[in-house]
């Protein structure tokens, strides 16, 4: 199986801040890599797939970038409703495989 | 509008049985890849099963030969079937909507919790 590591594994951060979040996989995954946002209690809401696409209606402040075993989610000018746990996944070959989260709090 | 809305969970005693319902609107589930994905309190997220639009099916490992993932066209509602129910399976599931007939989503569902307990 395809390990994914993202680090940080919590942030604290202050509104308006930019921020990156990385994942890793333990092997090439070329660009079959998403990106979820998830606030408590809540279904995971979809980012980015492909590494960098953006799904319809997502802001153009996340952004994501990669290829092979490293990528990363950047958040730009941070807002109260951005603080969230957000996980990466990779979808290349089965079993699809989530990072185990990185928690955005607030400074 | 794309909906996705869970229904099914509860408590269920250790080696029971639950089937879990995810009744779609605004597409065509059989014209689309449908995956089920996990969350066990607390934790991270766990795929658990997809359904190809040809009805090919798949699943993760800690659930093959006790989960069964199908669909009704007539209902255009997707179902997980679990059996042989462990505290480990004890989880909010989610079904979702797959991106392009890829292995990744764009529409997620509310969630239902399966409670696995004596």
Known sequence: DIQMTQ???????SVGDTVTVTCRASQGISIYLAWFQQKPGKAPKSLIYAASSLHSGVPSKFSGSGSGTDFTLTISSLQPEDFATYYCQQYVNYPVTFGQGTRLEIK | ???????????VQPGGSLRLSCAASGFTVSNNYMSW???????????????YSSGETHY?????????IS???SKNTLYLQMTSLRAEDTAVYYCARDVMET???DYWGQGTL???SS
């Open chain 2, 71 to 73: 669909r009704d066209s």
């Open chain 2, 37 to 51: 994905v996990r969350q066990a309190p607390g934790k991270g997220l766990e795929w658990v099963s997809i359904i």
């Open chain 2, 1 to 11: 509008e794309v909906q996705l809305v869970e229904s099914g969970g509860g408590l």
């Open chain 2, 114 to 116: 399966v409670t696995v």
């Open chain 2, 60 to 68: 993760g490992d800690s659930v093959k030969g006790r989960f069964t």
């Open chain 2, 103 to 105: 292995n990744t989503y």
């Open chain 1, 7 to 13: 680090s940080p594994s919590s942030l604290s951060a």
